[in-house]
């Protein structure tokens, strides 16, 4: 995460906690935004340990003196990151799904000199045809927060990826592009995720028979997201389900423990995603 970036993350919710607001809507906004900026922190501080790519071990154990508890073997698990990040941020997601039976957890980190989301989306492809040929599944999971999320679905919906992935997870991802930040758009990619950019234009287009699920978890806090609901997917041709997180922020989503334990039941049990979207997650 850039220092230089942290400000425009912020701004959005600062500007919601002046006079007039209802006092319980307030404290909610203070608490989520103290939390994005510890977690900013907290992942400065982890950032250079994810700077190379991960060691690919036949088996992830879980953490020392933490039991696993039984559940049905699932596909491979890919892990990946948004904008200007590696695979750092998923340490705490990484150790949830390690401690309840998801042993075969793998991150992908692309340049943060990646210009094009469409190059992106390639090498995932490369990736996730490598994890399959090495562990033998015909398949995966892929959860991606924030560009990664997008990179993600245009590899599953425009590259053929369905064949391989089973089920995409996608954390404040803007599937619809977003308008925040302007000064970003100095970056070729950060172009390629506003509303009318080509390549959002692509993911609009007609996917009959895409095989992939898709689910969004999205929070009403996110100050990426400009609307909001950028980061729902919404296509006719898409088994999507939205999952509102109500309570925290942007970077939060990957960390949370109550997002984590979203992301396992929508991972194992198609039944406990749907009873999600109808309720959505407060975690605040």
């Given at each position: 995460m850039k220092v230089t970036?942290?400000?425009?993350?912020?701004?959005?919710?600062?500007r919601r906690l002046w006079p007039g607001r209802l006092a319980s809507e307030s404290v909610t906004l203070v608490k989520a935004t103290a939390l994005e900026a510890a977690i900013l922190a907290g992942h400065m501080l982890l950032?250079?340990?994810?700077?190379?790519?991960e060691r690919r071990p036949a088996a992830l154990p879980a953490p020392a003196g933490t039991a696993r508890l039984p559940v049905p073997a699932g596909p491979p698990v890919v892990l990946l990151h948004g904008f200007i990040d590696n695979r750092s941020v998923f340490v705490l997601l990484r150790r949830s799904l390690a401690q309840h039976g998801r042993q075969?957890?793998?991150?992908?980190?692309?340049?943060?000199?990646?210009?094009?989301?469409?190059?992106?989306a390639e090498l995932l492809g490369r990736h996730v045809?490598?994890?399959?040929?090495?562990t033998g599944s015909a398949q995966v999971d892929i959860v991606g927060h924030s560009l990664g999320g997008l990179i993600a679905r245009y590899y599953a919906q425009c590259l053929g990826g369905d064949v391989r992935v089973r089920t995409v997870v996608t954390l404040g991802t803007p599937h619809s592009g977003t308008r925040a930040v302007p000064l970003a758009n100095a970056h070729p990619i950060v172009r390629q995720m506003r509303p009318d950019s080509p390549v959002i234009e692509e993911l609009a287009r007609p996917a009959p028979g895409c095989r992939t699920r898709f689910v969004?978890?999205?929070?009403?806090?996110?100050?990426?997201?400009?609307?909001?609901?950028?980061?729902c997917v919404d296509h006719p041709d898409l088994e999507a389900h939205n999952i509102r997180v109500s309570g925290i922020g942007h970077l939060a989503l990957p960390v949370h423990p109550a997002v984590a334990a979203g992301i396992r039941e929508a991972l194992d049990s198609e039944s406990a995603m749907k009873r999600q979207e109808g309720g959505g997650l407060t975690v605040a």
């Open positions: 970036g942290v400000l425009p993350l912020f701004l959005p919710i600062c950032y250079p340990t994810g700077l190379t790519q075969r957890v793998e991150s992908l980190n692309y340049s943060p000199l990646t210009c094009d989301i469409r190059t992106a045809e490598e994890i399959c040929e090495r969004s978890f999205w929070s009403d806090l996110d100050s990426v997201m400009a609307p909001l609901e950028a980061a």
